[in-house]
Nanobody, 128 residues
Framework: QVQLVESGGGLVQAGGSLRLSCATS????????MAWFRQAPGKEREFVAA??????????ADSVKGRFTISRNNANAKNTAYLQMNSLKPEDTAVYYC???????????????????WGQGAQVTVSS
């Protein structure tokens, strides 16, 4: 059974930091693009960041560029993705989802429908 499991969410004050983790199991994701999306109440799910299978390429939404860092660890076939979030703002409050995209003609997409596997989400709340 394929699973992506997020952890590390929580409540933090504005200006603080959190680190999200996404643990994978059930198949090897070393060739997959890993990404983070988020969804705030009443809003559509939006792209946050993506990282290529080799970690050689990354992409970020303008709203998080310079504050968030995506990384991954493919060692020992564990294929874990991370999202380091610094200088958090109240508008970063959302449920954060980990996603995996199989290899294709484009290495990443900002559209949720392009991703094959999803985690259950982790709540991040930033207080002002």
């Amino acid at each position: 059974q394929v699973q992506l499991v997020e952890s590390g969410g929580g409540l933090v004050q504005a200006g603080g930091s959190l680190r999200l983790s996404c643990a994978t199991s059930g198949r090897t994701f070393s060739s997959y693009t890993m990404a983070w999306f988020r969804q705030a109440p009443g809003k559509e799910r939006e792209f946050v960041a993506a990282i290529s299978w080799s970690a050689g390429r990354t992409s970020y939404a303008d709203s998080v560029k310079g504050r968030f860092t995506i990384s991954r660890n493919n060692a020992n076939a564990k294929n874990t993705a991370y999202l380091q979030m610094n200088s958090l703002k109240p508008e970063d409050t959302a449920v954060y989802y980990c996603a995996a995209k199989s290899p294709g003609s484009i290495w990443y997409s900002g559209q949720p429908t392009s991703y094959d596997y999803w985690g259950q989400g982790a709540q991040v709340t930033v207080s002002s």
